[in-house]
């Protein structure tokens, strides 16, 4: 059954096509710093937002016109698995993720649940077969059910734990099951509304229990994903203890996980945290965890999560940049996590939606190409930075100096004149690039 016979399979077309179903810079057999453009972004679609996404908010239902929108229960469930694999096949996306709920329903009791969750990945085993579609990786939604009204590996309740922790082990299998390249861990209950009954101190501990029990569980199995932490500052709870990447960096060094997970980054978190996509990349990056993107944009005049697709020309680029120098991202990919609009609610909008994305990305790797090829910014920072390659400079970076000789040399020579950061002036040469690189 096709669900999107409105749509055909679209094309790179070019930057002045004006067929709205056609790709303007995303070209996936470009080469592009010696890998295709394919390579360098594994796009990837969102299970939920595309296909379980209804449309309602706060003040109203849902308004979604989706082609399997008359099915309930497992048919509707088998009908998104066939509706995803032919909108990946028209728009080129090579990969997708999901969480557990998104693709079965919950059943009665937990083995009802799984058996559920059985059929589904059975089919979408064979979808991949045929199709050559991967999984980049899959998660548990351990947030949206009464019973994870306290947390989840955080609860005050060991019952709940206990079933997370089944839950936990049953999306691992899943992931062996169907090849998943990553593992993705989202704390969406992970914190507390108010320290006066909250016991920080165990619910942490209890959350890296069940990370380690997850990395010994995926040895025994033989299960090789990259394990990746979301981090997300808050929303649904007041405070989330993977607030943000420092956070995460700092839970792993802790509870000696580091060298099990990596981070999946998403724009639209690192919003809510106050920071910019690329501090966040730029600090995961440094620190040797940067993973996987969750691709999307917020509204900086709106204060909560609204996973727009992202468009900014200014942030894709800065996020490539962060890519490039990360030397890609390796195992994980550019996950779309963004819905579109309550108002764009025709069918068709999901591929314009993902069509405008994915176009942004390209943009910003082509431009990020340039800037990194050309050393734009790494000449101005090698620069800036000079005085600690010789002299004193070179004395305190090797570990030579201590507080005496800083001292006498401060005694004998004073400072300096610094330098002018030439800040608008970089923003002005970042404008230029993204204006002129066709």
């Keep these: 059954m096709a ?48 296909l379980t996404y209804g449309g309602s908010d706060p003040f109203g239902d849902d308004v979604m016109e989706r082609p399997f929108r008359g099915y309930d229960g497992m048919d509707l469930a088998k009908a998104r698995v066939e509706a995803a694999f032919e909108l990946m096949e028209k728009l080129g996306l090579k990969y997708f993720c999901f969480h557990d709920r998104d693709i079965a329903p919950e059943g009665a009791t937990l083995r009802e649940t799984n058996r559920n969750i059985d059929v589904i990945v059975s089919m979408m085993k064979e979808y991949m077969a045929s199709t050559g579609r991967k999984l980049l990786w899959n998660t548990q939604n351990m947030f949206s059910h009464p019973r994870y009204v306290h947390g989840a590996a955080t609860t005050c309740n060991a019952d709940v734990f206990a079933y997370a922790a089944a839950q936990v082990k049953k999306g691992l299998e899943v992931g062996k099951e169907l090849g998943a390249l990553n593992y993705v861990f989202w704390g969406g209950r992970e914190g507390y509304e108010t320290l006066l009954n909250t016991n920080m101190e165990l619910e942490l501990d209890n959350m890296a229990r069940l990370f380690h029990m997850a990395v010994d569980y995926a040895k025994e199995i033989g299960f090789e994903a990259q394990f990746l932490i979301e981090p997300k500052p808050k929303e649904p709870m007041k405070h989330q203890y993977d607030f943000d990447a420092a956070s995460a960096v700092a839970f792993l060094q802790k509870y000696e996980l580091l060298e099990h997970f990596k981070l999946n980054l998403e724009a639209n978190h690192a919003t809510l945290a106050q920071h910019t996509f690329e501090h966040e990349l730029h600090y995961a990056r440094i620190h040797g965890v940067l993973g996987s993107l969750d691709a999307n944009q917020g ?8 996973d727009e697709f992202p468009t900014d020309l200014y942030s894709t680029t800065l996020t490539m940049l962060e890519v490039l120098r990360n030397g890609g ?20 909008d999901l591929f314009l939606a993902h069509i405008a994305g994915m176009d942004a990305y390209a943009k910003g790797l082509k431009v990020a190409a340039k800037l990194l090829k050309e050393r734009v910014f790494e000449q101005i920072m090698d620069k800036r930075y000079a ?46 690039y993204i204006w002129n690189n066709e």
């Design 3 to 50: 669900y999107f016979d409105s749509v055909a399979k679209v094309t790179y077309e070019g930057a002045y096509s004006k067929n709205p179903f056609a790709f303007k810079q995303y070209n996936p057999k470009e080469i592009v710093l010696g890998k295709t453009m394919e390579e360098h972004l594994r796009f990837a679609m969102a299970y939920w937002h595309t």
């Design 299 to 306: 509204d900086l005049l709106l204060g909560w999560d609204t």
């Design 329 to 348: 991202l390796h195992q994980g990919g550019i996950n779309f996590d963004a819905k579109v609009r309550r108002g764009s609610f025709e069918k068709e």
């Design 387 to 432: 005085s600690f390659k010789e002299g004193i400079g070179l004395e305190i970076v090797s570990g030579e100096a201590n507080l005496k000789t800083l001292e006498a040399y401060a005694l004998e020579h004073g400072i300096r004149r610094n330098a002018s950061g030439h800040q608008e002036q970089l923003r002005s040469i970042l404008n230029q």
